[in-house]
Structure formats: C-alpha cells, structure tokens
T-cell receptor, first 112, second 111 residues
Framework: SQTIHQWPATLVQPVGSPLSLECTVE??????LYWYRQAAGRGLQLLFY??????ISSEVPQNLSASRPQDRQFILSSKKLLLSDSGFYLC???????????FGSGTRLTVV | SQQGEEDPQALSIQEGENATMNCSYK?????LQWYRQNSGRGLVHLIL?????REKHSGRLRVTLDTSKKSSSLLITASRAADTASYFC???????????FGTGTRLTIIP
C-alpha cells in the first residue's frame, strides 16, 4: 500500500525567512501528487499538483512554489514567508484503487 | 474556491445516536467523496459515490447523493466516541482527480 511521509510536523518561522517542506511517497511509482493548505477551521485549498518529475501546476497565485525533483518527492518552498502563509499544509497522493486521496500527516506552519 | 458547503458546521450528539451531515455543491460532478480529519491530522478517505449512484454503504457509514439538488448526506449510525472528528465532502467535477473540499462539519460524540 502507498504511504506518504511529511516533515516536519510543526514549524515556527519568522516573517521573511525561507521555507522548505518535503513530502515523500512509498509503495507506488509515477503518482499524481498534491499540496493543499488548510486555514484554521476551514476546508482545504489546492495549491499545486504534479503529474510527473519537473511538472508542476499552480492553482492559485501565491508566495509559494513547488518542485518535484524525483518521482516520489514533492517539495513546497518559499523564499520569503508572509504572515498569511501560516496554515496546515498537507501532501496527498491520488489512490487509483480507491479513487480517493491518501494524505500525509501534515505540517503546521506558524509564521511569526 | 469552495465547491462544497457542509451543514451543520458543528454537531454534538450522544454516543450511540446517529449523526447526519449534509453537503451541497455548485457544479456538476463526476464523483463526490467524504473524508474524516482528526484534530491536527491528515484527512482519511471514507467513501466515494459516483454521479450515477444514489446511495452507498460502508460499515456504519451511509452516503446518499442527489444530483438534481446537488447535495449529499453522510450518515454515521450507532456513533462512537472515536467518531469525533471533522468531516469534509469533496467533489471531483471532471474526474481529473483535482478535488475541491467543503468547509467541514465538526462532529463531537459525547460519551
């Protein structure tokens, strides 16, 4: 079965600092990968998705970027964090067997 | 943008009772999915219902879909304390795996 690893679990960063969140996948190859953000008490907003190495689609204009340097690695980055970047970031993989997402455990980012 | 809106936003019931949550959406869909999120954790896929299906069961879960009303409901029967979580509906309008999530219902089961 496919599993997703996300780290770190929590992160507190000052405004203007860089960001790098990593997501790795096991148990599958050539997956479709997704980054979602969840604001406090809200639903999820799709930020980026990738259908293959080096292929990134951005869903909303923002201060963040994503990269996929390897088939099972998906990275979310920022050069300079804003207060509004605070939130719960979730990596997901599409499960073609169950036709749903499998999510990582998430990273709670607080920008101070 | 939010496609689905869950109702109610919060629900508290006694253990053993049934819990019903509703989801309304705006555009036509290929399928609709329900997810559970325990506090501070990732989401867990519960069940998927396709646009040509009207009802689906999985254990204590029952999902209905009314495409004419653009709405779905999730029923959890014989609730347990472990069912305490937030529940989200998500729609896949084009069958392209890009889901749009609702705002969620926060369910609390009182022991």
């Amino acid at each position: 079965s496919q599993t997703i690893h996300q780290w770190p679990a929590t992160l507190v960063q000052p405004v203007g600092s860089p960001l790098s969140l990593e997501c790795t996948v096991e148990g599958t190859s050539n997956p479709n990968l997704y980054w979602y953000r969840q604001a406090a008490g809200r639903g999820l907003q799709l930020l980026f998705y990738s259908v293959g190495i080096g292929q990134i689609s951005s869903e909303v204009p923002q201060n963040l970027s994503a990269s996929r340097p390897q088939d099972r690695q998906f990275i979310l980055s920022s050069k300079k964090l804003l207060l509004s970047d605070s939130g719960f970031y979730l990596c997901a993989i599409y499960d073609a067997v169950n036709y749903g997402y499998t999510f990582g455990s998430g990273t709670r980012l607080t920008v101070v | 943008s939010q496609q689905g809106e869950e109702d109610p936003q919060a629900l508290s019931i006694q253990e053993g009772e049934n819990a019903t949550m509703n989801c309304s959406y705006k555009t036509s869909i290929n399928n609709l999915q329900w997810y559970r999120q325990n506090s501070g954790r990732g989401l867990v896929h519960l069940i998927l219902i396709r646009s040509n299906e009207r009802e689906k069961h999985s254990g204590r879960l029952r999902v209905t879909l009314d495409t004419s009303k653009k709405s779905s409901s999730l029923l959890i029967t014989a609730s347990r304390a472990a069912d305490t979580a937030s529940y989200f509906c998500a729609t896949d309008p084009f069958g392209n795996e890009k889901l749009t999530f609702g705002t969620g219902t926060r369910l609390t089961i009182i022991p």
